[in-house]
């Protein structure tokens, strides 16, 4: 399946929202809902990185941005999408969480401790959709080829990161009816980190 943005280039629309603020978040579901008369796909991109530090060095308000941007954030989007999702009886959830999920670094504890949450809240909506007609899944890279992570990474061997392309071919797979029976799954996308 090829990625092919540019034939639909002309119909995306974009809108900037907190997503971490239930109500702003269930009224942007709602005007998508207006618009479109349907919500068939809901993917969750947002999320924050902060790392470098034991966990006795961790503020309490970094917990709380990390577990705002990549825990609350999939929350209140799933929360907000799944009654219109489950009254058309289809739909897919789809969450990019992080290879540090399940592979807890040093110095990454409030980080790993937010994907490891947001993996777990998607396997349970999972188990809570079951039946219904609605996928939930979650992605889980490792370091994105992004120039903000080449920048912080400068002596990385960045071939070995997957790109951004990488994972939204991913995402485009998961979204498809050709993923039809792939329900409550953590796909790995590591590249050859």
Known sequence: MKLAADSHS??????????????????????????HGALDVLVNTVGGYTGGMKLWEITTKTLEQMLALNLRSGFTLARAAMPA?????RGSIINIASKAAIDHGAGAAAYSASKAAAVALMDSLAADAMGSGVRVNSILPSIIDTPANRAAMPQADFATWPKPEDIAQVILFLSSEHAKTIHGAAVPVYGNA
């Open 10 to 35: 002309s119909s995306l629309e974009g809108r900037q929202v907190d997503v971490t603020d239930e109500a702003e978040t269930a009224h942007f579901i709602d005007e998508v809902l207006s618009l």
């Open 85 to 89: 999702m489950l009254k058309a009886g």
